[in-house]
Every structure is written in C-alpha cells, then in structure tokens.
C-alpha cells in the first residue's frame, strides 16, 4: 500500500474505508476550491473567500498528512501558506500568483486521482510547483516542524497503548472529536468470571456507550467477524474503551454499567497523551475571528440537509429488488386478469383486487422514492463548469461570462457521468464557433465579452439541459452547402431551417476551418448526439437563433431502467414499444393504406404518413384484414404506422440491453425479462428512418 | 407500584421459574405468552414495563418479536433469554436494542441482576 507507512493495527478493511472517506472529502475539497479560486479571481478583495481557500487548503493539508501522503500535503501546505499571506494582507492576489495557485490545485487534483485508481502521491515531482509558490509569495516558507511533546508519566498504559495500539485511522477521529470540543475517556470494564457470553456482554456495553459517545476503539476489538462465525470469550475478561463525547461522566459509566460486569474505571484524558501534539500550536493557526473550523469538515455555504453517506453498492442493491417488484407487481395483475373471478368469490376477489392495488401503490411508490436516491443535483456537473470556461476561454482567446441557472435540478445519478462530455463539447463548441471575436461583437452592437448560459430544468417527466451562447448563430448556408455536398439533400431542395440545423449532429459536418477537439479525444458533435441519444436514451436539438446566438438542448428521460411501455402482439409472440414512442393507437381500415409494398402510405391527421407491418419488419408475412390495429410510434419528429395483430397492455418493464448478435438489423432496442421467465423483446423506433 | 413483566417462552417450566423468582422479588406477572406473535398481542394490549423473550419459539421467535415491540414502542425494555450457543442472535438482537440478556441455564441472581440494571437504563 503506497501512502507512508502505517502501523500493522489497521485491518485492510480499515484501510479501504479510511482511504475512500478520504477520497472522498479530498475530491469534495478540491471541487470547492476550483470554483472558489474562480470566483476569487474576479473578487480579489472578498476576505470570506480568502478564509475559505485558506480554510480548504488548510483541511487538505491535514488531512492528507494524516493519511502519509507527504508530497501532497506539501503542497497544500505551501499553497496555505501563500494564502496565509494574502489573508494578511502582505501578498497582493495577482495574476502570477492565482496561476500559479491553480497549478498547484490542478496537481492536487492529479495527485488524488491518482491515490483513487489506487496508487499513491510519491512518484509525483512537487519541486517545480513548490518553487512556482515560493516565489509567487516572495520568500522562502521553511517547513514547519511538529514538536514532540513529552507524554506524561503518570499514564504510562495509555502511552504504551498509544504507542502499539493507536493508529492513524483512530489519530483521524480523534482529531475530529477535539475539533469538536468532545470529552475525551479511557473507559475500563471488568467483567464477571461467571458470565458465560463475555464478548457479547462486551458487545452489550459498547453498544449502550454508543448512544451517548462515539466509541473511538475498544481493546480488544470488538468487531463481528465477516465470516458470521462466533467470537471466543477469551480475552474479553476486561476490555478498555476510549470514547469521546460532550455528557457527563455519570452518563458514560451509567450506559456502562450493565449485568455482570463487575468493576468500572473511567478516566478522562487530554488529546495530547493520544496523539502527542501540541494543541496550542494548531490554535495559533486559525483565523482569530474565524469559528474553530472542524479539519476535516470544512463549513459549507450550501442549505442546510440531514444526510448520510450510503454506498451506491447498497442502493444499486435495493434499485435491483425495485425493479424486481415491479416485473412482479406486473404478473400479478396478469394473473388477476386472467383468471376467473367466479371460482374465486366475491369476497375473495375483492380483496385480491385490494392487494393488488396495494401493491401497485408501493410498487410506484418505492419506484418513485428509489428514483429520488438516485437523484443528485446536476449542480455537481455545473461546479465544474466556471472552471473549465475560464480555461477555455484562456485557450481559444475569447473572454466570455458564464451564466447558471437551475443548478438544484436533480438528474439520475448515471446519467451525471455520461452528461460530462457532451456538457463541455457543448460549451467548448459555443466559445469555439458561436461567439464571435471582441472586435466583432462590438461592431454587431453587443457586449464585448460573451456570455454562455447554461440552464437546467425538468419539464413533463424529463430533464433539460440547455446550452446557449450569445453568439453570431449557426451559420445556416454554410450546413446546406455541406449537406449538399455529402449528397444528403438535393441540390435545389427546400427544406426547413430546423431540418437543416438537424444536420450537425451527422459525422462529418464540422464547419470550422479547423477541428476542434475535446483534449484531443477527436469528439465532435456527432458523439455528443450518439452519447446522448443512444447511450443516455434522450434527445439533443438545436435551434439557430440568427445573429443573436444558439441553443443545445439536451433532453433527458428522468429514469433509464424503468420503461413504461406499450405491449403488442404479433402471432404468439408480444413486443413492447416504449411508450415515449408512441404517439397513440388507432384503426387503420385497408382501403385506406396507397402505395407500393415498399412504400406505403396512410393518412394520418391530415398528411400522408408510412405504414409498416411489424410482421414485415420481423420477416413474417403479413396478414391482410380489412381493419388492422396499429400503433402510431414517433421517431425524431416523425410519424408511422406500426401495424400488429393486437394491442395488448401498457408494462413497466425493466430494460436489459441486447446483444447486437441477437439484433443483425437493430430492430430492438432491449430486452425484458418478465416475472414468469417470459422474454419481451422491446422495439426500436429508428426504422421509420430519418 | 409494581414493576409490570411479560414474560414469553415455548416451555410452560420456564414460564412458571421465572414467573416464582419475578413474584418473590415483588414484581407483577402480567401476562405470558407462548411464542413470538402472542407476545407481541400481549405487548399491546398489556404494555408491560418489562419483556422477557425467549429467543427460540414456535410462530416467531424471540428475534422478530423484538422487531415488532420495538417497531410499536421503541422504549419498550426487553431482555432475551438464549441458550448458549447463539452469540450471533444475541448480538443481533443487541443490535435491534434490547436491554440486556440472560443466559440458560440461568441463576435467580442473574435473571434478577438483569432486570435491575434493565429498569434502570434510560
């Protein structure tokens, strides 16, 4: 394990745990700091912005020291120090210096995704950024020496336990409990030589000790084996228990005091016998008017929310089990339908209704709060951005005011991942092509810095993610002459501005003298509408706005695994059509379908519409009536009729996706299994063709 | 006032040992149960200061009765009883937030033991 050496007292379980609550408060720092130093960079002067980059570097410093990761540390230190100085008012907040702040965030940064992919800080070169430090504050910051101080005598068992004993995992919390002011006790329990279960007893008294203290450790451990295999008593005769709390000592020894335990000792401690540093030093560091800052929690401007940290394993678990019930919830119904009421009898039936729409209640019910947990806000995404448009804008030369709204929205928690990059091609795109140059700009009558406006908001059951620009527009000549040029429309075709701005989301139709490309992954618009449309199941639009700019909306379903869909039959077999496809259901009588078997047509609302027969799509033959039952699906815009022999029953179903050697000619777009086994193929709409 | 006790266990012996060392103490006997799903009924119509369960019982053991009374009264003190043996259901049943537990065979002192230092905790 890389990191800095740690004594053989932490479990690799610990290790694992410590390491991830790490990670995770360090990514949680760093996002805070990017978007802090941005705001700084415009509001020099603003002193609650310096405390907290000072206060945010300071945690860092800490607690990656905590961890062993020196090199990491250091540099956090170094770049605390700098704002020590600017907090003081002896160090102006340049240009040099806030670059040379980002280097040093942006190597952090590195430095802990690297210690998340698993590795560690020490193959990283610091000096260069150190020495980028120094000089931007103007001297030579000598490295602070922590001062061994001497424990006291007189507690030579806690220094012996300190010394083999304590760990750095236990140095973490406790620092936590001094930071929050906590009683810190050495809590010996002896039990009876009679009692049979000791270690449960043991198990007893901690587990009381809980409700009124944080029980930092107990000797020995009183962790339950992961096996689930018993623990012997031996050992257990005395155990020792450091916890920390803010009651009274009456109420630890009265939680303590259980049966059978026949002496209690409780002793109250000062930190530093544990953790051997001197407490006034860290006192002198803190901003006199500031609140103690908790290390490792740094205050936060967001609402106030109770929340508590789960791993997404355990929800991803209880999301399966929903799933689950709803593929049940569906075969109960089938079933009740299907069978008899008479057999049944009144009474019967109707409470087997009554459970039934019990059951669809909490099925959509837990549906609906398990789609919540999935939620997060999509501010997580928007964090980033003031960053990535200041570095941007540095790198393309063009200054623009980036502009959020709606940062509370709340999208699925898969989708925040797969959001990222078209989020920031989007961007890049209107920095890149849709403002024009300062020059430009002013002589168009607008200001002369751009403004980028993103916005997010849920309309009607799905999420909209809208980039913006007040730019110079999509320039729409230059696209027809492109999509002529690739032979898509004829040469003298008149089409629609909004089919023609459809045509960028097409491999191939970058209009730009150069390509640009998303740090040089060669992503271009046409990935950013497959990511969206194929992999995040949702829709990408364009509009033109003339000279006064463009907007990217991307459109996104507000679950993916969950589809609500619409069942038909063909022959023996049942399909499902997800119901965001289909626009309604009708009769069609056969007179009324014109053209050729390659081509035929129906009216539909007053225009002439395609007609397809699944059993035609599917390699069947097709049965001819005189009246069919259709489906009236939508694809991009676009209407058809989907001939079946039956409309069967609207489904929620959970969608697997499908192994393209079981779809040749991408007519599914998934899979479902259903509760009695049954396979459910689920349709794709794409045939109705662009 | 007399301290209120249900007592719960399968065998009707137990019932009536535990039932003779709670009367010589001065408590009151206000109900037994033979499994699980009778002490919780009893639980709810008696609210009993004091619940002693059995962990093995027919119906619903001792385990999920636990679940259910603290479901309805999450203060409600219980204490199991357990033979030896089944550290992993006493653990768990610590977990859900008993009181205490005793261990069979057991000596009056101990049931009794228990169930002051019960009555005490808040």
């Known amino acids: 394990m890389t990191g800095g050496g740690r004594p053989d007292a932490v479990t690799p379980m610990d290790e694992a745990r410590l390491r991830r609550a790490f990670l995770e408060e360090a990514e949680e720092m760093v996002e805070d700091l990017n978007r802090r130093l941005v705001e700084l960079e415009q509001d020099g002067a603003n002193a609650e912005l310096r405390n907290e980059v000072f206060r945010l570097f300071h945690s860092l410093k800490s607690e990656s020291a905590l961890m062993g990761f020196t090199k990491l540390s250091e540099v956090a230190h170094r770049t605390e120090d700098v704002f020590d100085l600017v907090k003081r008012g002896t160090l102006a907040l340049g240009r040099t210096v806030m670059d040379t702040v980002f280097a040093a965030t942006d190597l952090i940064n590195e430095m802990i995704a690297r210690i998340a992919a698993g590795g560690g800080d020490a193959e990283f070169s610091v000096d260069a950024v150190i020495e980028q430090l120094e000089r931007a504050s103007g001297k030579t910051v000598a490295l602070r020496v922590e001062a061994e101080r001497v424990p006291q005598e007189r507690r030579e068992e806690v220094r012996a336990e300190r010394l083999s004993v304590i760990s750095r995992a236990d140095r973490l919390q406790l620092e936590e409990s001094r930071q929050r002011r906590e009683r810190l006790y050495r809590l010996t329990c002896d039990i009876d030589d009679g009692c049979a279960m000791k270690f449960v007893r043991a198990y007893l008294i901690t587990t009381n000790l809980e409700e009124v203290a944080s029980v930092l450790k107990s000797i020995p451990p009183l962790d339950l084996p992961a096996d689930g295999s018993e623990v012997s008593d031996e050992g257990y005769g005395r155990i020792v228990v450091y916890l920390s709390t803010a009651e009274d000592a009456e109420v630890i020894r009265r939680a303590a005091d259980v049966d059978e335990v026949r002496k209690l000792e409780l002793l109250e401690l000062d930190y530093e016998e544990l953790l051997g540093e001197p407490e006034a030093a860290e006192r002198a560091d803190r901003p006199p008017d500031a609140a103690p800052a908790p290390a490792s929690r740094p205050a936060r401007a967001a609402p106030e929310r109770t929340s508590i940290r789960v791993e997404t394993r355990k929800l991803d678990e209880i999301w399966s089990l929903v799933g689950q019930l709803v593929i049940t919830k569906g075969r109960l119904e089938r079933l009740l339908a299907r069978s008899p009421a008479e057999p049944r009898g009144a009474q019967v039936g109707e409470e087997l209704d009554s459970v039934r729409d019990t059951i669809g209640v909490v099925a959509e019910g837990l549906q609906r709060a398990m789609m919540e947990t999935r939620m997060v806000p999509i501010s997580v995404l928007f964090d980033k951005l003031p960053r990535l448009v200041r570095d941007l804008s540095k790198q393309i030369g063009k200054e623009a005011d980036l502009r959020l709204r709606g940062e509370t929205t709340e999208i699925d928690r898969s989708l925040v991942e797969a959001l990222s990059d078209p989020l920031t091609h989007l ?114 639009l364009v509009r033109s706005e003339g000279g006064a700019g463009t907007r990217f909306s991307i459109v996104l379903p507000l679950t993916l695994t969950i589809l609500n869909t619409l069942v038909v039959r063909l022959g023996h077999r049942h399909y499902a059509i997800p119901v965001r496809n289909v626009d309604e259901t009708a009769k069609l009588a056969d007179p009324a379908i014109t053209g050729s078997p390659q081509g035929r047509q129906a009216p539909h609302r007053g225009e002439q519409v395609d007609v397809y027969f699944l059993a035609d799509l599917l390699g069947s033959a097709a049965e001819r009536k005189d009246v069919y039952d259709t489906v009236i699906v939508t694809h991009r815009g676009k209407r058809a009729y989907l001939v079946v022999d039956e409309l069967v029953e609207e489904l929620d179903v959970v969608i697997k996706p499908i192994d393209d050697v079981l779809n040749p000619r991408r007519l599914f777009s998934g899979v479902s299994v259903l509760g009695d086994g049954a396979i459910l193929l689920i349709l794709s709409t794409t045939f109705i063709g662009d | ?89 006493i653990v768990e049943a610590i977990q859900l937030g008993i009181k205490d537990f005793i261990v069979k065979p057991f000596k009056p002192e101990r049931l009794l033991g228990a169930i002051s230092k019960a009555l005490k905790q808040p």
């Open chain 1, 427 to 540: 961007i890049r795109n209107c920095l890149d092509h849709g403002l024009e140059p300062p020059e430009a700009r002013v002589r168009a009558g607008k200001a002369e810095r751009g403004t980028i406006s993103v916005a997010a908001f849920q309309e009607g059951g799905k999420v909209v993610v809208e980039v913006s620009d007040d730019g110079r527009g999509l320039d729409l000549a230059r696209i027809r002459a492109k999509a002529v040029e690739k032979g898509l429309i004829p040469v003298d075709a008149e089409r629609p501005d909004a089919e023609i701005v459809e045509f960028i989301f097409r491999p191939g139709f970058s209009t730009a003298d150069a390509v640009t490309d998303i740090s040089g992954r060669g992503v271009g618009m046409d990935v950013v509408a497959t990511r969206v449309r194929e992999i995040m199941k949702g829709e990408v």
């Open chain 2, 1 to 89: 006032m007399a301290t209120r006790v249900l007592l719960a266990d399968d065998l009707s012996f137990m019932r009536m040992v535990q039932r003779e060392i709670l009367k010589d103490q001065g408590y009151e006997v206000v109900g037994e149960a033979s499994n699980g799903l009778e002490a919780v009924q009893l639980f709810q119509e008696l609210r009993p200061d004091l619940v002693i369960l059995d962990i093995t019982m027919p119906l619903m053991n001792g385990l999920e009765a636990t679940k259910k009374i603290l479901s309805v009264d999450p203060s409600a003190a219980i204490i199991i009883c357990s033979a030896l043996g089944q550290q992993k259901l």
